[in-house]
């Protein structure tokens, strides 16, 4: 059983940068892909970004290509999510997700654990 505790949300202003950590603990950490997804008021779940167990692949949607970087680093067991430039559409709960599929998912019912989530919230 893995377990998931997220970290780094917070309040910020247009075009502010904020750090999302994740740490992992209760599993084997570099066996699992990660994943990062949000949840706004009212919406459903989203992806945002993934990275695959070693760090080599990552993937992310459209709307915070260019803006977010997703890392990890498996001798902390830790993932990352660096969001700069970030805009007001941004607000939602994020979440940090496990799982193995084969390299990595955009898709939420392959992963396998997920975070309580943190809370971001973008003001213009």
């Known amino acids: 059983q893995v377990q998931l505790v997220e970290s780094g949300g917070g309040a910020v202003q247009t075009g502010g940068s904020l750090r999302l950590s994740c740490a992992a603990s209760g599993g084997t950490f570099s066996r699992y892909a990660m994943g990062w997804f949000r949840q706004a008021p009212g919406k459903e779940r989203t992806f945002v970004a993934t990275i695959n167990w070693s760090g080599a692949s990552t993937y992310y949607a459209d709307s915070v290509k260019g803006r977010f970087t997703i890392s990890r680093d498996n001798a902390k067991n830790t993932v990352y999510l660096q969001m700069n430039s970030l805009k007001p559409e941004d607000t939602a709960v994020y979440y940090c997700?496990?799982?193995?599929?084969?390299?990595?998912?955009?898709?939420?019912?392959?992963?396998?654990?997920w975070g309580q989530g943190t809370q971001v919230t973008v003001s213009s």
């Open positions: 997700t496990a799982g193995r599929p084969l390299g990595y998912s955009v898709i939420k019912e392959e992963y396998d654990y």
